[in-house]
């Protein structure tokens, strides 16, 4: 998530053990059976880790780390604790699999991505299996810095091929499939288990700033379909996982607040139906949301997972058995730190998010396109506020007050109280907790 962005802003190898002379294959360890295998998965996106080293001389009260927070607010300054917090948590949960897509650091900090290597491989010990995507603020990032009183000094980030060397164990090493012309692969947690990840970040466009939307290119397309047709002959479970979402998680999301699912997602979107693609498990705008897609007897879920430095602190729990993903999501409510006031975790982040919002939305309203008048951005701000908050906690269910508030805002602007309504519209699958089957 970039900025809440711009809202608003009008051959593979399928391994059997075979005998000679045409006897049937010896059965193989580690087979995954889509019917019968019980695994669990774990889903952690957009940590954005920042490295404690990249504060010096209490660089986190310093004007130039405030002044990035006021742009972007996220909980950057408790990224540290948050992950540990969530780490110890999946030692404990011990899942299969931990997919990660992607926004693993604050802005691609070279010691940021260090550090988050050095967890997974933390867990890669404890016999868990973690794949990993790179997000927008991951790669070739000009905005990496670290912090020094009051002052921002560019630091050392990465480049593509170090990416996937620094997280080589976790997925690009063994990945049984590379795509030329992105970041994108498939690995084999199991036989007859493939975990396509793939690369939408469009990092060589970075300038002077992390470039936010993403697109499949077309040679990465073609490398995805061409992956999907060798998955389904051979009878393969196909799982995606990406960055930006590949569906609209409300209605007009595209054109309300552009740069967070993929250019062209329709036909896209049905090129992969089409091909045998029907989960895909993305990140990037910060909100726990599932959505699907159905055409022509196909359908695709986009099952997103919110931020762990963006209110309420989500991250999945998904078993899949019998061909059906039991989705929850777990909120991180403590954390190792002390807190203004006495407040808890809980209390703190989502005062700090609204907060932040508050002023955004009232300069966003007050400014064009919209350029109302601060009476009416001072009245709207909070709705605004309360719909994007509840988009990202999911199962959006606006309460009477509210629905009487933005009744009361559309005799005054219909355009901005229909915004609202489209925030608190929840498209007809649950968020939170789900069960979603598996259908080839």
């Given amino acids: ?205 970075n300038i002077t700033k992390s470039t936010t939307p993403g697109r499949i290119k077309p040679q990465t397309l073609s490398w995805m379909l061409a992956r999907l047709a060798e998955a389904k002959a051979q009878n393969i479970t196909v799982f995606g996982m990406m960055h930006h979402n590949l569906l609209e998680h409300y209605t007009n999301q595209t054109e309300l607040d552009p740069g967070y699912v993929i250019d062209n997602w329709q036909p896209v979107t049905e090129s992969l139906m089409n091909a045998g693609l029907r989960i895909i498990f993305t990140g990037h705008y910060h909100a726990s949301d599932i959505t699907r897609y159905e055409k022509d007897g196909n359908e695709l879920f986009d099952i997103e997972t919110g931020s762990l430095v963006t209110a309420p602190i989500p991250y999945r729990r998904i078993i899949m058995k019998n061909k059906d993903l039991d989705i929850t999501t777990t909120q991180v409510t403590s954390i190792n730190a002390v807190f203004p006031n006495g407040m808890t975790f809980t209390e703190y982040s989502n005062s700090f998010l609204s907060g932040q919002l508050d002023v955004y939305f009232n300069y966003l309203l007050t400014n064009p396109p919209f350029s109302a008048p601060s009476s009416l951005a001072t009245f709207a701000a909070p709705m605004f506020r309360q719909g994007i908050m509840a988009h990202f906690e999911g199962d959006e269910k606006i309460n009477p007050q509210q629905k009487a508030e933005v009744a009361q805002l559309e005799a005054y602007s219909p355009e901005l109280a229909g915004i609202v309504d489209l925030l608190w519209t929840d498209l007809p699958v649950k968020d939170n907790r789900e069960n979603v089957k598996y259908r080839k």
């Fill in 1 to 205: 998530m970039k900025k809440i962005l711009f809202l608003f802003s009008s051959g593979c190898l399928f391994i059997f053990s075979c005998k000679k002379n045409d006897q049937p294959p010896a059965p193989e360890k580690n087979v995954f059976d889509l019917k019968n295998d019980h695994i669990k998965i774990a889903i952690v996106s957009d940590i954005h880790y920042t490295d404690p080293g990249l504060f010096t001389n209490n660089g986190i009260e310093g004007q130039a780390f405030q002044e990035y927070l006021a742009q972007d607010p996220k909980l950057l300054a408790y990224s540290d604790p948050i992950f540990r917090k969530v780490l110890a948590d999946l030692k404990a949960d011990k899942p299969d699999i931990l997919l990660v897509p992607g926004d693993l650091t604050k802005d691609g900090e070279r010691i940021s991505h260090q550090s988050m290597a050095s967890f997974f491989q933390s867990l890669k010990n404890e016999n868990i299996k973690v794949y990993v995507v790179p997000g927008n603020h991951d790669v070739a990032n000009p905005e990496a810095m670290r912090y020094d009183g009051n002052n921002a000094i560019p630091t050392p980030g990465i480049s593509a091929t170090e990416f996937s060397s620094i997280y080589g164990a976790f997925g690009y090493t063994n990945a049984i499939s590379r795509d030329p012309n992105s970041l994108s692969y498939i690995a084999q947690p199991y036989a007859g288990l493939w975990i396509m990840g793939v690369d939408a970040c469009r990092y060589e466009d």
